[in-house]
């Protein structure tokens, strides 16, 4: 392995022209730097990024900590983290906890040793068991929370007002002439749950509906049980005309129950979901969704991230709050009491509901 004395040494330099020429340094005439740079090819030179971290105190990484890699929702959100990041001469490393706490707190201290100059994170079901954040923190590392805001937290953050979206959804099943809607939400445990319910129960509340707790079931955000639990409503004894759930993975689960047990949509079942499905637009129904803005979300957070890593920041933790898109379609536009629509009919054009 080359070093940067051999490097100086074919350079004709001296090994601190070397280190300015690594740091980017203006005091280096462009003929001297470009004789650096060809040595530094020839040799194929590596600098010590450990070594040098340890004089800056800075490495150029920043964590992020995903809940679910296999949820289309945060590849989308990582993107936009990834290309904010590298705008900056920043490199992002991503981990993925599988929803558990136990790896979370694990993967925070990995990437503690690894010295990340911030972290990106989307915190696991389990707190307020926040200790593992908070010594992060202590330790000078800066976090900012994407998604899922825990209130136990005193960090800057960025997410989408979902009680909104969800406002925004049942209302447009409720001026379809749905009376009856049922919800599978998220694990309860995270904020963004509890929030799109509220939603959920704020619009009910509104058209003068009695909130139904047999039409209110509790899933956990996987496929698996949006399969389940889309059964479990089905099956039950309240027979909705309407079904919203709280996230595309559980939607995907639904869409396999109400096959399985032969419902169709729209003209059983109005079927609206939280995030847009993968693949919506191949398969008939289109299915009606609340529209995340997930690229944005990463991007604006590893802005404000790498803002409080380089100082430029009051040290009050910022609060960004986005806004989903509604995007109605196939699954939801057959109105209660119209004639069925059928395979091979010519389906109703999309439409979007656009928050004011």
């Given at each position: 392995?080359?070093?940067?004395?051999?490097?100086?040494?074919?350079?004709?330099?001296?090994?601190?022209?070397?280190?300015?020429?690594?740091?980017?340094?203006?005091?280096?005439?462009?003929?001297?730097?470009?004789?650096?740079?060809?040595?530094?090819?020839?040799?194929?030179?590596?600098?010590?990024?450990?070594?040098?971290?340890?004089?800056?105190?800075?490495?150029?990484?920043?964590?992020?900590?995903?809940?679910?890699?296999?949820?289309?929702?945060?590849?989308?959100?990582?993107?936009?983290?990834?290309?904010?990041?590298?705008?900056?001469?920043?490199?992002?490393?991503?981990?993925?906890?599988?929803?558990?706490?136990?790896?979370?707190q694990q993967v925070l201290s990995v990437l503690r040793n690894r010295r990340v100059d911030g972290i990106l994170l989307v915190v696991a079901p389990g707190l307020p068991d926040s200790d593992h954040i908070q010594r992060t923190i202590a330790a000078g590392i800066p976090i900012v929370c994407l998604d899922r805001i825990p209130s136990e937290l005193n960090v800057s953050s960025v997410s989408v007002d979902a009680a909104y979206g969800t406002e925004m959804c049942i209302r447009h099943l409720i001026s379809m002439g749905h009376r009856s809607i049922g919800i599978i939400t998220g694990n309860l445990r995270l904020a963004t749950a509890v929030d799109r319910l509220e939603g959920y129960k704020n619009a009910l509340r509104e058209a003068g509906i009695e909130v139904d707790p047999a039409l209110v079931i509790e899933g956990d955000f996987r496929l698996e049980s949006g399969y389940l639990r889309t059964k479990e409503l089905l099956l039950g004894r309240v027979r909705s005309t309407a079904l919203f759930v709280s996230n595309c993975m559980m939607g995907l689960g639904a869409l396999r129950a109400m096959k399985e047990i032969g419902v169709r949509?729209?003209?059983?079942?109005?079927?609206?979901?939280?995030?847009?499905?993968?693949?919506?637009?191949?398969?008939?129904?289109?299915?009606?969704?609340?529209?995340?803005?997930?690229?944005?979300?990463?991007?604006?957070?590893?802005?404000?991230?790498?803002?409080?890593?380089?100082?430029?920041?009051?040290?009050?933790?910022?609060?960004?709050?986005?806004?989903?898109?509604?995007?109605?379609?196939?699954?939801?536009?057959?109105?209660?009491?119209?004639?069925p629509v059928h395979k091979g009919a010519s389906p109703a054009r999309s439409t979007s509901e656009h928050p004011a």
């Open positions: 392995m080359s070093t940067i004395r051999e490097v100086a040494r074919r350079a004709q330099v001296s090994i601190g022209t070397v280190s300015n020429v690594l740091r980017g340094s203006a005091t280096v005439s462009p003929a001297v730097r470009e004789r650096v740079n060809q040595a530094i090819a020839e040799l194929d030179y590596h600098p010590n990024e450990i070594a040098r971290s340890l004089k800056t105190r800075q490495t150029n990484l920043l964590g992020m900590v995903i809940s679910d890699i296999t949820n289309p929702f945060f590849p989308q959100l990582t993107r936009g983290a990834e290309d904010a990041a590298l705008e900056h001469e920043y490199l992002l490393v991503t981990a993925n906890t599988d929803d558990q706490l136990k790896r979370e949509s729209p003209d059983d079942l109005a079927l609206a979901v939280f995030d847009d499905l993968p693949g919506n637009g191949s398969f008939y129904p289109e299915v009606t969704a609340v529209v995340q803005p997930a690229y944005e979300i990463g991007y604006k957070g590893a802005e404000l991230l790498i803002s409080e890593i380089e100082g430029e920041t009051n040290g009050t933790p910022a609060r960004i709050r986005l806004r989903p898109e509604l995007r109605v379609r196939e699954s939801t536009l057959r109105r209660i009491g119209a004639e």
